[in-house]
């Protein structure tokens, strides 16, 4: 406590004789006879090493400001990490509606008094449904991990089979929420990859069988490999009587070929692509999708927002749809998965993305992100010891890029990148030891070739 302040400036009924009209009031002699049931042994004695309180909220504000001013942001810094939170473009509309007071909640509200939030979310769900080729999606769920798991769940309950086929290539975090979400239900089966970074079509056969509720594959991967052989995936679940699970990255499908058109049942994701910016772990949500059939609408866990008419003819609203499913409806413990508070405000920045965006919109972003992702490629390919691109196969905004040969470990790399101002790759040489020294760089719409071009000039002089 500061100097000369007789009560804490941040606490209220703090000045003394409050605190001992309240004491007096409950019976007690002091602060400490509130915790006279906590065992000595858990009780801190010593005095703790924190600064003396401010004296107003300006001076704190002012402290607080000059530690940020230290920090190397994506604003102060150029950056290429991505893995599963990606620099986009954020359209300034997007922060603007999200803002407004009507909106801003996680809340997805309630028929009697949120007609406007239900309209917002029907509005991305039909926006996010035709983006990736399907008819029902759900109200964003925390993120693409808890997005997957449910997946991998609902094809566990509909088909009523125990195994869930993972592939190898796969996000170890995310890996982890999948089969912890799962484990009490569900048999995780991995399927190995070949060289480039794709599912291998034999181990897969092999793997897939009576017992597979489903097989799961990313498009892009995790590692940025576009998968081709997406189609003979889905047919090998089909024959096998499984379904085929799809877990996209939503700012690609304005030019590659949605799921469905290459036999997907589920599609998940993550929409922090979609208008939302990184948020320190934050901004992150995720989706589910399929088709309109009583089968799959039954295994959706969380809220869906259909459109009726009311009873005044030509007059029409928005309403919970199937609203029994759910943990919070009718069934309570007898519901689908227990769903809590989810991210309806992420939805509706996806959905102002999307308005803002249309067809057009989304196809020029895709590729322009193709674009500069292959001028990145070209350039580092040009410095010593340096291979971009290492799998060799197709790519969106994601790719390898193998620092082996130049005799430093990814971690030295980024080091030296960093007191430069440019956040590297992600190193994945851990997740992934058998690639070597290699790091995942993602480069998007917002990357010039300025950018690109400082960033092949440092790695050359650092690493010459």
């Not at 402290?63 to 939170?85: I, M, P, R, T, W």
């Not at 975090?173 to 089969?179: F, G, M, N, Q």
């Not at 943990?327 to 508070?341: H, M, N, P, W």
């Given at each position: 406590m500061k100097k000369g302040f007789p009560n804490h400036p941040y606490?209220?009924?703090?000045?003394?004789?409050?605190e001992r009209e309240m004491l007096d009031f409950i019976g007690l002699e002091s602060l400490d006879d509130l915790h006279k049931n906590v065992?000595?042994?858990?009780?801190?004695?010593?005095?703790?090493?924190?600064?003396?309180?401010?004296?107003?909220?300006?001076?704190?504000?002012?402290?607080?400001?000059?530690?940020?001013?230290?920090?190397?942001?994506?604003?102060?810094?150029?950056?290429?990490?991505?893995?599963?939170?990606?620099q986009h473009y954020v359209p300034a509309?997007?922060?603007?509606?999200?803002?407004?007071?009507?909106?801003?909640?996680?809340?997805?509200?309630?028929?009697?008094?949120?007609?406007?939030?239900?309209?917002?979310?029907?509005?991305?769900?039909?926006?996010v449904a035709e983006l990736v080729g399907m008819d029902v999606v759900n109200v964003p769920a925390i993120d693409w991990p808890q997005a997957a798991a449910t997946t991998c769940a609902m094809a566990h309950r509909k088909t009523g089979r125990p195994q869930i086929v993972l592939p190898a290539?796969?996000?170890?975090?995310?890996?982890?929420?999948?089969?912890n979400f799962g484990r009490a239900t569900i048999e995780f089966v991995t399927v190995d990859c070949t060289e480039d970074g794709q599912i291998d079509i034999e181990d897969l056969k092999k793997k897939v069988g009576p017992q597979t509720a489903g097989v799961y594959f990313?498009?892009?991967?995790?590692?940025?490999?576009?998968?081709?052989?997406?189609?003979?995936?889905?047919?090998?679940?089909?024959?096998?009587?499984?379904?085929?699970?799809?877990?996209?990255?939503?700012?690609?499908?304005?030019?590659?070929?949605?799921?469905?058109?290459?036999?997907a049942d589920i599609v998940c994701g993550e929409l922090q692509p979609l208008g939302i910016h990184m948020n320190y772990g934050g901004g992150l949500a995720g989706f589910m999708a399929t088709r309109d059939e009583e089968a799959y609408v039954n295994e959706y866990p969380?809220?869906?927002?259909?459109?009726?008419?009311?009873?005044?003819?030509?007059?029409?609203?928005?309403?919970?749809?199937?609203?029994?499913?759910?943990?919070?409806?009718?069934?309570?413990?007898?519901?689908?998965?227990?769903?809590?508070?989810?991210?309806?405000?992420?939805?509706?920045?996806a959905g102002v993305y999307l308005a803002t965006m249309g067809p057009a919109g989304m196809e020029e972003v895709g590729q322009t992100c193709m674009q500069n992702a292959r001028y990145a490629v070209k350039k580092l390919n040009e410095i010593k010891g340096v291979r971009a691109n290492s799998a060799g196969g197709l790519f969106f905004k994601e790719f390898l890029v193998d620092f082996t040969a130049t005799g430093k470990t990814v971690s030295e790399v980024n080091d030296l990148l960093l007191s430069e101002g440019i956040f590297g790759g992600k190193d994945v040489s851990a997740e992934f030891p058998h690639l070597g020294q290699q790091a995942l760089y993602c480069v998007t719409e917002i990357h010039t070739q300025r950018d690109i071009d400082r960033l092949a000039n440092v790695l050359a002089r650092i690493l010459a």
């Open positions: 606490i209220p009924n703090s000045v003394p004789e409050i065992p000595d042994t858990l009780l801190f004695k010593g005095e703790m090493d924190i600064p003396e309180a401010f004296g107003s909220e300006y001076e704190l504000r002012r402290h607080v400001e000059e530690l940020f001013s230290g920090d190397g942001d994506c604003k102060k810094y150029l950056n290429f990490l991505g893995a599963g939170c990606w509309i997007c922060d603007e509606i999200n803002s407004r007071g009507e909106f801003l909640t996680a809340y997805g509200g309630e028929a009697y008094n949120e007609l406007g939030r239900f309209q917002s979310q029907f509005e991305y769900q039909s926006m290539i796969l996000d170890p975090e995310k890996r982890a929420i999948i089969e990313e498009n892009p991967n995790y590692l940025g490999v576009i998968e081709t052989r997406g189609a003979e995936i889905s047919r090998i679940a089909h024959e096998a009587g499984a379904e085929s699970l799809v877990g996209v990255d939503p700012i690609t499908l304005g030019v590659l070929a949605t799921p469905p058109e290459y036999g969380s809220r869906l927002f259909g459109i009726a008419p009311t009873v005044e003819p030509g007059e029409y609203g928005f309403g919970d749809v199937a609203y029994d499913r759910t943990s919070f409806g009718d069934l309570r413990e007898g519901g689908k998965e227990y769903v809590g508070t989810q991210a309806a405000l992420w939805g509706l920045t």
